[in-house]
Each structure stands twice: as structure tokens, then as C-alpha cells.
T-cell receptor
Framework: NAGVMQNPRHLVRRRGQEARLRCSPM?????VYWYRQLPEEGLKFMVY????????ESGMPKERFSAEFPKEGPSILRIQQVVRGDSAAYFC?????????????FGEGSWLTVV | DQQVKQNSPSLSVQEGRISILNCDYT??????FLWYKKYPAEGPTFLIS???IKDKNEDGRFTVFLNKSAKHLSLHIVPSQPGDSAVYFC???????????WGLGTSLAVNP
């Protein structure tokens, strides 16, 4: 499967726990993006990373959220001390330097439910 | 202040007819325009794109039109099929900035 892979697809956490969402980009892609879709809302950009670098994190909440894309392994979106408002679908996307224009390709998403 | 607007939250069309989805933007810096389709519980799927040097791009049943002077983008689907029922998002980019700005989506229902 050459697509963007996200896991877990569904994650349930109690308030105060940590959530870790993983994303493996498409083969050959070196750019990763995280988006969030809250219930009844559109897609919101969170962060854009290249290997070992955060390029744009203007959409990341200031506290509790962090993202990384290490030299080896998947990109990780980490949410510490989750609250009910963090319940959302989190989508990862990837692109390559040669992707047409700004075209990005999405994974299937990770649905976080905070109880 | 929303830079990208999809003013119709929903649209209902009869099978076989044309579906027209619209997207308006305010920033003339945008030079790359994309449409994505999203089914419930799935990630968005790239459909078609157009750069600012063109005013039309066609791919099978899907055609995207760009009117730069009006800052207006549209997606035409013809003929519409029930499997096209989904939420459609326009997403806009500018230059080398790979952060896309998204509309809120239009939910299309194609009725048999």
C-alpha cells in the first residue's frame, strides 16, 4: 500500500491522558502535514513538517500539542493531558518536492474520542 | 476572516445532471487551486487542480474553472452519479507556501 498510513484509526482516551497519533507518508514523500476536523467544522491546518524540521506550526494550539517527524520512522502528533474538546478527526497528509503544485495526499484519518 | 468561502453548505442534484460547486476567495496571492472529495469517516481524496496560468482544467467528468478577476473557482461534475455524493472542499495555495487554505466544504447529494 503506497498511500499515507495513519494509526490508530480510532483512539479513546480519558481526560488527562496522552494521545499519540502516527503517520507514515507516501513512499518518496518528505513533507508531512497534520490537519484537524472538529465536529461540524471544516479542515484546519495544524502543522507542516519535513524530516527533523518543523516548517510551519501556526495552526498548533500553544499548549499540550506537539509534532515531530524524525529522520527515521513515522511522524507523531502528540496531545498531552487531553480534554473533551480535543475529540476530533486528525488527518495526516504528505507531499513530495515534485508533487504537482501544492497537491497533498491524505491518509484515512485518526478519530480521537476523549471521555 | 475567512479567505476561502464555499457559500453553499449543501447541494442536491438529480443523477445524470450537472453538479456545480463554487468557491470564492479574497486573496489574489493564491495561484494554485485544488478540489478534494471526502466521504464520511475517510480522508479527503484529491480530485483535480488548476494553476493560475489556466482558466480551465478537465479530467473525465470533472472540470475546474478559474475566474481570477472574480476570484472565483468552480467544479463541474457531469454527468453526476450517486457515488459522487460526498463533501467537496476547495483548497488554495500560494507560491512555495505548502500550507493550503481550505473552504468549509459543500455536501453534495446526487439522487437516483
Amino acid at each position: 500500500n503506497a498511500g499515507v498510513m495513519q494509526n490508530p484509526r480510532h483512539l479513546v482516551r480519558r481526560r488527562g491522558q496522552e494521545a499519540r497519533l502516527r503517520c507514515s507518508p507516501m513512499k518518496g514523500h518528505s513533507h508531512v502535514y497534520w490537519y484537524r476536523q472538529l465536529p461540524e467544522e471544516g479542515l484546519k491546518f495544524m502543522v507542516y513538517l519535513q524530516k527533523e524540521n518543523i516548517i510551519d506550526e501556526s495552526g498548533m494550539p500553544k499548549e499540550r500539542f506537539s509534532a515531530e517527524f524524525p529522520k527515521e520512522g513515522p511522524s507523531i502528533l502528540r496531545i498531552q493531558q487531553v480534554v473533551r474538546g480535543d475529540s476530533a478527526a486528525y488527518f495526516c497528509a504528505s507531499s513530495s518536492i515534485t508533487s504537482g503544485g501544492n497537491t497533498i495526499y491524505f491518509g484515512e484519518g485518526s478519530w480521537l474520542t476523549v471521555v | 476572516d475567512q479567505q476561502v468561502k464555499q457559500n453553499s453548505p449543501s447541494l442536491s442534484v438529480q443523477e445524470g445532471r450537472i453538479s456545480i460547486l463554487n468557491c470564492d476567495y479574497t486573496n489574489s496571492m493564491f495561484d494554485y487551486f485544488l478540489w478534494y472529495k471526502k466521504y464520511p469517516a475517510e480522508g479527503p481524496t484529491f480530485l483535480i487542480s488548476i494553476s493560475s496560468i489556466k482558466d480551465k482544467n478537465e479530467d473525465g467528468r470533472f472540470t475546474v474553472f478559474l475566474n481570477k478577476s472574480a476570484k472565483h473557482l468552480s467544479l463541474h461534475i457531469v454527468p453526476s452519479q450517486p457515488g459522487d455524493s460526498a463533501v467537496y472542499f476547495c483548497a488554495l495555495g500560494a507560491g512555495n507556501n505548502r500550507k493550503l487554505i481550505w473552504g468549509l466544504g459543500t455536501s453534495l447529494a446526487v439522487n437516483p
